[in-house]
């Protein structure tokens, strides 16, 4: 796979320092029965990197000393970690929104039958990814039969409440673009998606969010492999709008891995970009890629307020446009 991370280093993006930090995002792992071409991750069923139970207990200690009231839970397909149950469960009993970021067709693989109804028992919030209402875009992303496998898991979840109104059980949608554009405008495609889906199956949903795809892992490789890397970043930096700034995620939220170490955001963990203090005791390692990270556990006693945020070139694809994040567009 051809690596974008040393073109992406060298940055005018401006600075930018964490405020109050509300949210955990945690990769479970890699692990996921499906390889899109727009997973920033580059996630699939051979990935054996998963977060061990020891590390969950960490997380829970973090958000009691830190009073942390969001818990985003992401993969690969986060629900294919062996303690994915215990941690959600656990978050529950703290009356911690949680989150859970799925891919949908997880939840008619084998093994996980009864994971939309443990969803709904814990009244987790789902974040599911539909690249597209059209069949053939959606096969294009993430592969041959994908779509009709969502369909199906959205009415299973439908049924279980998801989407309905007032039922008080979230389902929100997600969009990447197929390629190397911006996304359209996140209302209007809200509209489009709910028409579709509504008058072809039948499915309700609350949201719809537009995310930008990253200039990293696999749809960098992509990039770069069809020469259309410097075109997409020229155009993410002309679409920059400072008024994206003040909300951008990272300034709320840190990202942790699978063995526990910290970033200030998804894709800085993809870019192995981790979070930087000036006065940090980082854990002792003879290994190169482990040197210089902040593990969660040097964090257990100390704010992050205030901290600078590490960014790159990529950051202007959450600037882009309307903006962009884990929760959608950021001008909405």
Same mark, same amino acid.
């Given at each position: 796979?051809?690596?974008?991370?040393?073109?992406?280093?060298?940055?005018?993006?401006?600075?930018?320092?964490?405020?109050?930090?509300?949210?955990?995002?945690?990769?479970?792992? &890699?692990?996921?029965?499906?390889?899109?071409?727009?997973?920033?991750?580059?996630?699939? %069923?051979?990935?054996?990197?998963?977060?061990?139970?020891?590390?969950?207990?960490?997380?829970?200690?973090?958000?009691?000393?830190?009073?942390?009231?969001?818990?985003?839970?992401?993969?690969?397909?986060?629900?294919?970690?062996?303690?994915?149950?215990?941690?959600?469960?656990?978050?529950?009993?703290?009356?911690?929104?949680?989150?859970?970021?799925?891919?949908?067709?997880?939840?008619?693989?084998?093994?996980?039958?009864?994971?939309?109804?443990?969803?709904?028992? #814990?009244?987790?919030?789902?974040?599911? =990814? @539909?690249?597209?209402?059209?069949?053939?875009?959606?096969?294009?992303?993430?592969?041959?039969?994908?779509?009709?496998?969502?369909?199906?898991?959205?009415?299973?979840?439908?049924?279980?409440? &998801?989407?309905?109104?007032?039922?008080?059980?979230? @389902?929100?949608?997600? &969009?990447?673009?197929?390629?190397?554009?911006?996304?359209?405008?996140?209302?209007?495609?809200?509209?489009?998606?709910?028409?579709?889906?509504?008058?072809?199956?039948?499915?309700?949903?609350? #949201?719809?969010?537009?995310?930008?795809?990253?200039?990293?892992?696999?749809?960098?490789?992509?990039?770069?492999?069809?020469?259309?890397?410097?075109?997409?970043?020229?155009?993410?930096?002309?679409?920059? =709008?400072?008024?994206?700034?003040?909300?951008?995620?990272?300034?709320?939220?840190?990202?942790?891995?699978?063995?526990?170490?910290? &970033?200030?955001?998804?894709?800085?963990?993809?870019?192995?970009? %981790?979070? #930087?203090?000036?006065?940090?005791?980082?854990?002792?390692?003879?290994?190169?890629?482990?040197?210089?990270?902040?593990?969660? =556990?040097?964090?257990?006693?100390?704010?992050?307020?205030?901290?600078?945020?590490?960014?790159?070139?990529?950051?202007?694809?959450?600037?882009?446009?309307?903006?962009?994040?884990?929760?959608?567009?950021?001008?909405?």
């Amino acid at each position: 796979m051809l690596d974008t991370r040393p073109l992406l280093l060298e940055t005018e993006f401006p600075s930018l320092k964490r405020a109050t930090l509300e949210t955990l995002q945690v990769n479970l792992g &890699y692990k996921c029965n499906l390889s899109c071409t727009h997973c920033h991750v580059a996630a699939g %069923p051979n990935r054996k990197e998963l977060m061990d139970e020891a590390t969950i207990d960490l997380l829970l200690r973090f958000i009691d000393v830190h009073q942390i009231t969001t818990l985003d839970v992401t993969g690969g397909a986060p629900e294919m970690n062996p303690h994915f149950r215990y941690l959600v469960t656990e978050a529950r009993k703290r009356n911690i929104r949680v989150i859970d970021r799925c891919n949908l067709t997880i939840l008619l693989e084998p093994g996980y039958e009864t994971m939309a109804e443990f969803l709904a028992e #814990q009244a987790v919030e789902v974040v599911a =990814s @539909l690249p597209c209402y059209l069949e053939d875009n959606v096969d294009k992303q993430r592969g041959k039969g994908v779509y009709n496998d969502s369909i199906e898991a959205l009415k299973k979840l439908n049924a279980q409440g &998801y989407g309905r109104k007032d039922s008080g059980l979230m @389902l929100n949608l997600v &969009y990447n673009p197929g390629g190397a554009f911006l996304p359209p405008p996140q209302q209007s495609l809200e509209a489009a998606y709910k028409r579709e889906l509504g008058e072809k199956f039948g499915i309700e949903f609350n #949201q719809l969010f537009t995310i930008t795809n990253m200039p990293i892992s696999r749809f960098g490789s992509v990039l770069l492999s069809t020469g259309q890397f410097e075109t997409y970043m020229e155009l993410l930096r002309n679409a920059y =709008s400072a008024e994206n700034l003040k909300n951008v995620m990272c300034r709320s939220l840190i990202s942790i891995d699978w063995q526990g170490y910290v &970033y200030d955001c998804d894709f800085n963990q993809m870019l192995d970009m %981790p979070l #930087q203090l000036p006065d940090a005791v980082y854990i002792a390692s003879d290994k190169d890629n482990e040197r210089n990270k902040v593990h969660l =556990s040097d964090l257990i006693d100390r704010s992050l307020s205030g901290h600078s945020i590490a960014v790159a070139d990529h950051c202007f694809g959450c600037t882009a446009g309307q903006g962009s994040s884990c929760g959608g567009a950021l001008d909405e």
